[in-house]
Nanobody, 118 residues
């Protein structure tokens, strides 16, 4: 079993930055990919960014591309989401997730709130 713990959320003014962290613990960790998702009130959860473990390739939702950066630190079993130039529409609960295959995400964190004030 893998446990994912997010941290780094908070309240920030529009235009500001936050860095989210997601640390994995438990079994030996070698995922297929890890991703960040978010869910705003009244909206469906959406994928924001992902990173492939084999080749470090990345994916971004179009609206965050050039503002958000996903990265990882293998030694710490940690994935980061650097969020710059934050906008009010980025306000949501952010979740990290890990997949063991291309089919689905198998493990989820508990979520961390990001609130951007305008």
């Amino acid at each position: 079993q893998v446990q994912l713990v997010e941290s780094g959320g908070g309240l920030v003014q529009a235009g500001g930055s936050l860095r989210l962290s997601c640390t994995a613990s438990g079994r030996t960790f070698n995922p297929y990919s890890m991703g960040w998702f978010r869910q705003a009130p009244g909206k469906e959860r959406e994928s924001v960014a992902a990173i492939m473990w084999a080749d470090n390739s990345t994916y971004y939702k179009y609206s965050v591309k050039d503002r958000f950066t996903i990265s990882r630190d293998n030694a710490k079993n940690t994935v980061y989401l650097q969020m710059n130039s934050l906008k009010s529409e980025d306000t949501a609960v952010y979740y990290c997730a890990a997949s063991l295959s291309a089919d689905k995400y198998d493990y989820w964190g508990q979520g961390t709130q990001v609130t951007v004030s305008s």
